[in-house]
């Protein structure tokens, strides 16, 4: 079992380049698994001549996923790319640590939850990872959570540079430039917020003047200060350190509300482009709000073409993009020998694109094919959006009733009319109007058409894409995106209101009256 060198390699970049120079970040992994469809590792040169390895199997998946789980780790670049923004804490964690972390941490999102409609993915992840409504610290702080999140998480394109290159070359203390200081502001600024947070809860839970605000579930921060001290009374073993607990807590914020944010402006994007699947979504959405006007965690997730229009969302627009590796010692896997020290790249959703698992149409949007799972489209290794095996997504089945949530909010309250996009090489020289408009309707030839994906990001995402009423009913449409959309226009920062129509925007219709939900 042979694996196969990538070719047109730059000298020094290796193939790094053209993975930053391409349409999205999942691009160029995907030709090469089209073209070397039956190797279990496709091997290429990274920075300075290192090789490295793409897993291209759904057996190398496995083996590296779950049956030899702790010989891979997280690589020092990796660790330094992601963790400067979404913290050390679970997700760096390796081998009996992760273990016991694991274990400690998932807790709180083993439980359903049940009364998250209308709750935006920010909102709601301020409300299960802190237990704070984090409009209220708007009182306190002289920035927002959320606006010093996104300067961290979103930013601009020489900020951005510098992240990428910090990575492999440690220059961010060196860097005289604005966006840099912006970042580390931010940065500092929402680890101090954190660790306030944090200080305060523990002396609130000690003094037992802690109130328990949102209801009587435990959030993840007063979970896991509670049961450092139970910890402490049973093994000895000293209670979590303040930033590592705030380490955790950014893990659990970023993991928990980008990707499923992805996930929702992925949803609307498929709904606004493909009108069949709208329609039969919210006649079952409907239909099951008559019935249930209170649904609980359990009957939303009985609802099987919502279930299956979720699993298709995570399979095509699968929100984690790439989940490296380093082999921690010389391994054997599928036939290919690795040594020590070998990048492994996991490309989340390699597996979910390949024809001779999921068929000719493995591409489209179909959630029918759920029905029908056969042969290999049936293994666990062939979706991989949470990943398998024991670093899987601990917040799985949260994020998934959160996404459903959402849909239901929105598909029974709104008609998605289509993507407008107005062609900027038609439009009025220098007079600055719109000539002629495309609007994305009927199906989807390609994924993401239309849209500019974010490349380089820790997360698919459609870039720039804004929301706004349809031309005849904006006075309403604009009131009521307000009221509903709030979860996604103003959480997410990502779905903007479009106010210059210079990007491709989703049309909204009046808020549909039918029906008495
Ligand atoms: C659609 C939504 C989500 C997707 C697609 C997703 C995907 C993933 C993936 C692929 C990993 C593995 C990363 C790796 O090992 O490199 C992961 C890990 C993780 N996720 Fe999620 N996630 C989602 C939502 C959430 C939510 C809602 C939470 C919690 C509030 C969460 C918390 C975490 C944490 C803490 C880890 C690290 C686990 C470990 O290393 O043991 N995620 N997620």
């Not at 079992?1 to 391409?22: C, H, P, W, Y």
């Not at 090789?51 to 496995?62: D, P």
Request: charged content about 25%; some cysteine; hydrophobic content about 40%.
């Amino acid at each position: 079992r042979v694996s196969i060198m990538t070719d047109d390699n730059n000298v020094i970049l290796g193939q790094e380049l053209k993975k930053f120079r391409a349409h999205n970040p999942i691009e160029l992994q995907l030709d090469w698994s089209r073209r070397w469809p039956d190797t279990p590792f496709i091997r290429y040169f990274s920075i300075a001549g290192k090789e490295a390895l793409v897993v291209n199997s759904l057996a190398a998946h496995k083996a590296v996923l779950q049956t030899h789980v702790y010989d891979f780790v997280k690589p020092p670049f990796f660790t330094r790319l992601a963790g400067e923004i979404v913290g050390k804490g679970l997700l760096f964690a390796e081998g009996e640590d992760h273990r016991r972390e694991r274990k400690l941490l998932a807790g709180p999102f083993s439980v359903p939850m049940t009364d998250t409609l209308s709750k935006s993915t920010m909102h709601t992840v301020g409300v299960t990872v802190l237990g704070v409504d984090l409009d209220a610290l708007l009182s306190i702080y002289p920035r927002s959570f959320q606006e010093l999140y996104s300067t961290v998480f979103d930013q601009e394109p020489l900020g951005g540079l510098i992240w990428v290159i910090n990575a492999f070359v440690p220059i961010r203390r060196f860097v005289p430039l604005k966006a840099n200081k912006r970042f580390i502001q931010a940065n500092q600024d929402l680890r101090e917020m954190l660790r306030d947070i944090v200080e305060k809860r523990n002396a609130d839970l000690r003094d037992g003047t802690f109130v328990r605000e949102m209801g009587e579930s435990r959030d993840l921060l007063t979970y896991m200060l509670e049961e450092s001290v139970l910890q402490q009374q049973q093994t000895g073993r000293e209670p979590w350190a303040v930033d590592d607990i705030v380490d955790h807590l950014l893990n659990f914020t970023a993991a928990g509300h980008e990707t499923t944010a992805d996930a929702i402006s992925w949803g609307l994007y498929v709904l606004s482009t493909t009108h069949e699947i709208q329609d039969q979504l919210r006649t079952e959405i409907r239909a099951f709000l008559m019935s249930h006007p209170e649904p609980t965690y359990e009957k939303i997730n009985g609802l099987p073409y919502l279930h299956n229009f979720t699993r298709e969302l995570l399979r095509v627009y699968s929100p984690a993009i790439t989940s490296p590796r380093q082999a921690s010692k010389d391994i054997v896997i599928e036939g290919v020998y690795i040594p020590k020290g070998t990048q492994v790249d996991l490309q989340i959703s390699l597996m979910h694109h390949r024809q001779e698992i999921w068929g000719p149409d493995a591409s489209n949007f179909n959630p029918d094919r759920w029905n029908k799972l056969a042969g290999d489209s049936a293994s666990p290794y062939a979706f991989q959006a949470f990943i398998q095996g024991p670093r899987m997504c601990p917040g799985k089945n949260f994020a998934m009733i959160e996404i459903k949530v959402m849909l239901i909010e929105l598909v029974s309250k709104w008609r998605f009319l289509g993507i407008e996009r107005w062609d900027s090489a038609v439009m009025g020289e220098g007079s600055g109007e719109k000539k002629e408009r495309d609007l994305l309707v009927g199906g989807e030839e390609a994924v993401g058409r239309g849209v500019k994906l974010a490349n380089p990001s820790l997360t698919f995402r459609p870039e720039g894409l804004s929301i706004r009423g349809g031309s005849e009913t904006e006075v309403i449409c604009y009131k009521e995106v307000f009221q509903y959309v709030p979860l996604i226009l103003l959480a997410l920062g990502r779905l903007r209101y479009n106010d210059n129509q210079s990007s491709p925007a989703i049309i909204l219709s009046e808020r549909d009256w039918a029906g008495t939900f």
